[in-house]
């Protein structure tokens, strides 16, 4: 069996993460691009009528460039992703919807602009039904994320 990390990232923080973290345990990668990428009027969230304020407010759907070949062969899913209002972006709630998660180990990381985690796990749960867990942590670089990843 082996591992993945998924991660999206808007502005880069999460991926340099995610992408450090994957060298470090030799994980494949897949980046959770939307399909109509985000740019930066999209995501200024500090004007009401943006994008991810339109798709927040409406609990709308955010399709995913690509898929990922061969899901069953992960045992291990390391998702990561920046907290928006709070918790996941929607995009990463699309994302899981569109694969089995039964029996899938799910380590959720997540960078911020200073929240903590929240319940972002318990509001991630409902789209990745069977998982056999689900645990999420804040961190602020690779290094941290892999001294959390030695206490699992
Ligand atoms: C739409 C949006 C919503 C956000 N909501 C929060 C939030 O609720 N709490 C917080 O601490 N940071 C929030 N942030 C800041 C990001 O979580 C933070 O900058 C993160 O590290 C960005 O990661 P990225 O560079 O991988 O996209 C938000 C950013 C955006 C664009």
């Keep these: 069996m082996s591992t993945l990390v998924a991660f999206f ?3 880069g923080t999460t991926a340099k993460v995610a992408k ?9 990668v897949f980046e959770i691009i939307p399909e109509n990428p985000y740019s930066k009027a999209d995501i ?22 690509g898929r990922i070949e061969n ?4 045992d291990t ?4 992703f920046p907290i928006w209002y709070y918790a996941a972006p929607r ?3 699309t994302f899981c919807k569109g694969y089995d998660w039964k ?10 602009g200073g929240s903590g985690i929240g319940k972002t796990a318990d509001k991630l749960a409902p789209f990745v039904p ?23």
């Excluded at 899901?71 to 992960?74: G, S």
């Excluded at 899913?77 to 990561?80: I, S």
């Excluded at 998982?131 to 959390?148: F, P, Q, T």
């Design 103 to 112: 029996d899938k180990k799910i380590h959720a990381f997540a960078t911020s």
């Design 77 to 80: 899913v390391y998702l990561g």
């Design 9 to 11: 990232s808007a502005e």
């Design 130 to 152: 069977g998982a056999a867990i689900l645990d999420a942590k804040l961190v602020h670089n690779s290094g941290e994320l892999s001294d959390w990843v030695k206490t699992l």
């Design 71 to 74: 899901f069953d062969k992960y």
């Design 44 to 65: 200024k969230w500090t004007n009401p009528l943006a994008r991810c304020n339109r798709e927040q407010i409406g609990k709308q759907d955010v399709p995913v460039a």
């Design 91 to 93: 995009v990463i709630y």
């Design 20 to 28: 450090e973290f994957a060298e470090s345990i030799g994980a494949d």
